[in-house]
């Protein structure tokens, strides 16, 4: 019983080509027609904290009803259980709602320090995680600057939980299932570029109402979840001294330097992982 060698050895053989190219190996990608990232901009100050953005996710994606909207000050957070959740703040202009949920950053430090690529940047900008592909490595959970990726500890099958802004609704032409289900129509989907001008244009008129800031314009990157709010950030519990540059970009020069071994390492986890997955299904087989 083993993996299929044809396969992995031709994987290790492609990557083996890229390496002789140098610097190709981190060619940015052509331009020839771009597809532009999708994305949702979230205005707190249409919020009404009814949490049927918590409800629609749980529904849409099998998981448990979120429980009944805590106190103000009582802070929850997204884990395996929960995509998103809606929490109230004391701010210094009153009571005020944010949600959270995965960033979707531009560049995601979480799919860079994936070691054989389960966490997936798609083109048109969700991120997904692929079971098919994940080592339970857990590196996704480390490098997320947001604390994003959630693990299944108590699950005899365990999967990384967390949102991907309904990718499969998406490719099915429906949107998000927390924006399809928004009454107050605090969410809004739309390319990054559309709602980056519809922030603007929300801020320029209404400068009394908005703090003049769009957290995830620049953040990590940029991310495709963009914030309008009538306070600083900090005072809605945001991460506010994530970096504005891309944490993927601070380890490419080191990338470049290190020996290809290390570079073809996640073939070859990737190839223990498949031989691992397809000799437990034959002693399951076996047992049967």
Known sequence: MGIDRRNFFRAVGLTGVTLMGGKKLFAKP????????????????????????????????????????????????????????????????????????????????CASACLTQAMHKTEKGPVIWRGDKCMGCRYCMVSCPFDVPKFEYHSANPKINKCTMCFERQEEGKLPACVENCPAEALVFGTRRELLAEARRRIAQNPDQYYDHIYGENEAGGTAFLYLSPVPFDELGFNTKVQNGSYPELTKGFLYSVPSVFVLWPMILLGIQDATKKLNRKKSDDHE
Do not use: W
Not at 38 to 59: H, M, P, W
Not at 86 to 100: L, M, Q, W
């Open 30 to 109: 052509s331009k020839k027609d771009p597809v532009e990232f999708k994305a949702i901009l979230y205005d707190s100050t249409r919020c009404v904290g009814c949490q049927s953005c918590e409800y629609a996710c749980a529904e849409e994606h099998d998981l448990p009803m979120p429980e009944d909207f805590p106190e103000v000050g009582i802070l929850r957070k997204t884990n395996e259980n929960r995509r998103t959740v809606v929490n109230a703040y004391e701010t210094s202009v009153g009571e005020v709602y944010a949600k959270r949920q995965c960033m979707h950053c531009n560049q995601p430090a």
